[in-house]
């Protein structure tokens, strides 16, 4: 079922030539993305790199050896025709997916495990990097791109380099584009009616009435901390988010 859908998106990759527009095929693109790189010690060649408005990073068409075709997030310094593989004690290059205990001090990687088995989840936003900055026992710590420092197992997985970023300089010059990329109408509160949102009523330009800003639900917004108390991840945290 999975390399039936890859070879579907391949077919609409090469139709639209490079430049998706349409909502369902940019879904469908971002559900087909291999995040867990569990193709072990079969070598893979680049056969392309792609735009997709599903998402922040590039992602590029990678054809193994077997014969199988999918698509991955590119990296930083990834060009056509280059080899990826994933395995344990592997070399250190850009693409390759290593264990995070076999990865030096230092490096930069992305596409990173939580918790092993899992398939990346950490890092995957187009320029987005973590560090590994330190290694003692079962854990790996890890500098985050919000800045949090945390403690990660050794046994999870992570793919070597930075997220290649999508750089462009097109002006958004209708609705339509923002709609492309998945971004819909966003209606103040100020403006509904008081059933509708906490910010709504009043005559004419009123203010909020209230002494901080609230989200629809009442809650804090802008600013107050979310995190649950006594979370079982709580020891992993060593430094928190700025």
């Known amino acids: 079922m999975r390399q039936q859908s890859i070879i579907w998106v391949n077919d609409i990759l090469s139709i639209t030539d490079n430049y998706i527009k349409k909502d369902r095929i940019n879904k469908s693109i971002k559900k087909s993305l291999d995040f867990k790189r569990d193709k072990m010690f079969i070598p893979g060649k680049v056969i392309s790199t792609y735009y997709s408005s599903a998402t922040t990073a590039k992602t590029c068409l990678v054809r193994f050896m077997d014969g199988e075709t999918r698509l991955m997030l590119s990296p930083n310094g990834l060009t056509k025709d280059d080899m990826v593989i994933s395995g344990i004690e592997i070399p250190l290059s850009i693409g390759n997916h290593l264990l995070l205990k076999n990865i030096p001090l230092g490096t930069d990687v992305h596409n990173v495990e939580l918790y092993p088995g899992h398939g990346g989840q950490l890092a995957r936003a187009g320029g987005t990097s973590i560090n590994v900055i330190a290694k003692e026992g079962l854990f790996v710590t890890l500098r985050l791109p919000s ?66 800003p609230v989200t629809p639900w009442g809650r804090i917004a802008l600013g107050q901390r979310t995190r649950k108390l006594k979370r079982y991840s709580d020891f992993l945290i060593l430094l928190r988010r700025k």
């Open 147 to 212: 800045g949090e420092v945390r403690l990660v197992s050794k046994y999870c997985w992570a793919t070597v380099g930075r997220v290649d970023e999508k750089k462009s300089n097109k002006k958004i010059t209708k609705a339509g584009q923002n709609r492309w990329i998945g971004k819909r109408p966003h209606v103040r509160g100020v403006v509904k009616n008081p059933v509708d949102h906490p910010h709504g009523g009043g005559e004419g330009r009123s203010p909020i009435g209230r002494s901080h």
